[in-house]
């Protein structure tokens, strides 16, 4: 009887169990990632619900699904976003999220809502990719972002901390983002002046020299250094005469070939500026000539997307105080006022 039955010793049996039990543990966990799976999907289909456009030109309710339809209707809501129309965008990426489960389409949608205005939308999109894959960093980019234009400044500074742990060199925005606190506080601007020179101190931020120069160029100009010239020069170009520090000026070449040009000196100084369009300017003016000024445009050295006024965030592609100012000649606007009499 004992021999009809397998014995535990048997290398045979021994080796079925152990492919029985291999066979088992892939099964549940097959099973496990397709409930998990189910799962996610219902969880973002749930969080979807408090995105439902109501005031959406598209009927995608009763729009039936089909999988070949995913990838030409992505291009349409892409089509959609570019041109503007976004409301039709971002009913087409909840639709696409709704049918194909793709979290990767979240973005789009929060990206669709950012540009539309709905910022605070986008950042509970984008809280929730982050739930799902935290170290996404163009997508903290971006939360901060956000943030900093809600005035949100103490979850801002959060994400600029994860960013950090990340690896992630974040010193510029940490520095943009207190100055823009600063700037936001309702606080005398002697005191503002003090707690941007304490950042400037600190940091030697050409940012914080920037901002010391709107606020007080009086004080500003203690603090000046010559290899910030050709990062102020707008400013420097814009000080009328009673904002000039004439002590400093004496000593450095640069400032006077520019304020020569300006008028604000009587005789012309010996040397260059380093800026071909001052320099020029100098010389025509030390000839008599005083029909040409300063023109300032401002290149962002991340997207190469050029703006005529400075910014903190890149209006394309929202990098911090990423811009290279590019001077050039035009004719002066008294002149150009004058030559139409
Ligand atoms: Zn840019």
Redesign the pocket.
């Known amino acids: 009887m004992e021999a009809l039955i397998p014995s535990y010793n048997d290398p045979i049996v021994s080796i079925l169990l152990l492919l029985g039990t291999i066979f088992a543990i892939s099964v549940l966990a097959y099973a496990y990632s397709l409930w998990k799976q189910e799962q996610k999907s219902k969880e973002l289909i749930r969080f979807l619900k408090s995105f439902d456009s109501k005031e959406c030109a598209l009927d995608t309710k009763s729009m039936p699904f089909e999988k070949g339809m995913a990838k030409p209707l992505f291009l349409l809501a892409l089509a959609y976003e570019r041109s503007g129309e976004y409301s039709n965008a971002i009913d087409l990426f909840i639709y696409l999220i709704r049918h194909t489960h793709d979290n990767s389409i979240l973005s789009h949608l929060a990206l669709a809502y950012q540009k539309a205005g709905f910022l605070k939308r986008a950042t509970k999109i984008y809280r929730e990719i982050l739930h799902n894959f935290p170290r996404q960093k163009e997508v903290l980019y971006e939360l901060e972002y956000l943030y900093e234009k809600l005035n949100e400044f103490e979850k801002a500074k959060e994400v600029l901390e994860v960013l950090e742990a990340q690896g992630e060199s974040v010193e510029k925005e940490k520095i943009a983002l207190e100055i823009l606190e600063l700037k936001h506080a309702f606080e005398p601007m002697e005191w503002k002046f003090e707690q941007i020179l304490a950042i400037y101190q600190e940091s030697q931020s050409s940012l914080a020299l920037r901002e010391l120069f709107i606020l007080n160029p009086k004080r500003a100009w203690s603090y000046y250094r010559a290899e910030e010239f050709t990062k102020l020069i707008d400013i420097l170009w814009k000080l009328k005469v009673n904002m000039l520090d004439f002590d400093i000026i004496s000593k450095n070449i640069p400032l006077q070939q520019l304020y020569f040009t300006k008028g604000y000196l009587e005789s012309k100084p010996n040397g260059s500026s380093a800026l071909f369009a001052v320099d020029f300017l100098a010389s025509a003016r030390a000839a008599e000539n005083e029909s040409g000024e300063l023109a300032f445009i401002y290149i962002?050295?991340?997207?190469?997307?050029s703006f005529p006024l400075s910014f903190l965030r890149?209006?394309?592609?929202?990098?911090v105080y990423?811009?290279k100012i590019e001077v050039s000649i035009e004719e002066s606007k008294e002149q150009s006022g004058n030559s139409l009499q």
């Open positions: 962002c050295q991340s997207c190469k997307h890149c209006p394309n592609c929202h990098k990423s811009y």
